[in-house]
């Protein structure tokens, strides 16, 4: 892994993938009924205030990969993000990349995106909760949050901003429909927060390495990935949902269990004997903080920390070896 002299960083680069940040609605006091996706990320750009003072110097490149709703995320374009991001970081007057990107899925695209990508360079997400044509617009603030992070020496590996907030990659998750800061690290808490265009950080940033088959994601045609679905248990779940999958075609499942990794046991029969047929099942909680303690169970544990749709991620290039 390469690591790079901040003084010799000359270029960082954005690249667009829409979402609300991008959005536009009818009114300026509307903040739900937009339509996502809208702006291109140079028109985001001009719309930041003070961001050529916060570059000091150093030049901004910027590529639209995508014009999204990120509900609407795919395989395909994960992969096209992520071949740009490793050419971008490949370059030595790249200093990092910032992704502008829809706040529905961001978290699953931030783990992907540290999954497979072999750099120290940071990779920071950044969204908005509110579209650009938003009286009061927190966009242009997430942005130029996202640029002081990623200029910061000690920023390295993918992140998440927003809302004053500095988040890593694993930890990251949605937590709220409406609210401007919508993202929580859980239990684990930021790794740091920007304050006044300064990067304050609350203990020292960790990396995950790749996965041993990140240059399989990049290479393999995205319609070849291997299809992992997600199943939560509840009360009176449905254990007909597992033969379904199954028969479908699907290769692995990730299971949201309630609380400490509990299972409705006609699930459990069910995905006990998918597991035994062949298909990689992994177990998780659905809570929203903490993981899974002190469990043997007869289902296969998701690595430690990881949500349910994180996890299904990993368990997806685990099956691509």
Not at 77 to 91: G, I
Request: proline share 4%.
């Amino acid at each position: 892994m390469q690591v790079l002299d901040a003084k010799k960083i000359q270029k960082f680069v954005v690249l667009g993938t829409g979402g609300t940040i991008a959005g536009t609605a009818a009114s300026v006091t509307d903040h739900t009924g937009y339509s996502a996706g809208q702006l291109g990320v140079q028109h985001l750009l001009d719309a930041v205030p003070g961001l050529t003072d916060a570059l000091q110097g150093d030049a901004l490149v910027c590529e639209q990969l995508a014009q999204l709703d990120s509900k609407d995320m795919d395989h395909a374009t994960w992969q096209v993000l992520a071949r740009r991001c490793s050419h971008w970081l490949s370059q030595p007057d790249v200093g990092g990349v910032v992704i502008t990107h829809g706040t529905d899925t961001l978290e699953e695209t931030a783990w992907f995106l540290q999954q497979v990508l072999d750099t120290r360079k940071p990779v920071v997400l950044t969204c908005a909760m509110r579209p650009a044509t938003a009286l009061v617009p927190d966009g242009p603030q997430n942005l130029l949050d996202a640029m002081a992070v990623v200029r910061h020496p000690q920023a390295h590996g993918v992140l998440a901003v927003c809302a004053g907030r500095i988040h890593s990659a694993r930890a990251v998750q949605k937590i709220h429909p409406y609210r401007l800061d919508a993202f929580s690290s859980g239990d684990v808490g930021p790794l740091g927060w920007v304050e006044q265009g300064q990067v304050r950080w609350s203990s020292a940033c960790h990396v995950a390495e790749p996965h041993p088959h990140a240059h399989q994601a990049l290479s393999l045609s995205a319609a070849d990935w291997p299809w992992v679905a997600v199943l939560h248990s509840h009360a009176g779940a449905d254990a007909r949902q597992v033969s379904a999958l199954v028969g479908a075609g699907a290769k692995g499942l990730l299971v949201a269990g309630t609380g400490n990794g509990t299972v409705h046991h006609k699930l459990l029969t069910s995905l006990a004997q998918a597991q035994a047929h062949g298909v990689a099942v992994r177990l998780t909680t659905r809570c929203a903080e903490g993981q899974l303690v002190g469990l043997s169970a007869a289902l296969q544990i998701a690595p430690g920390g990881l949500s349910v749709y994180k996890a299904r991620v990993s368990l997806m290039l685990d099956l691509m070896g």
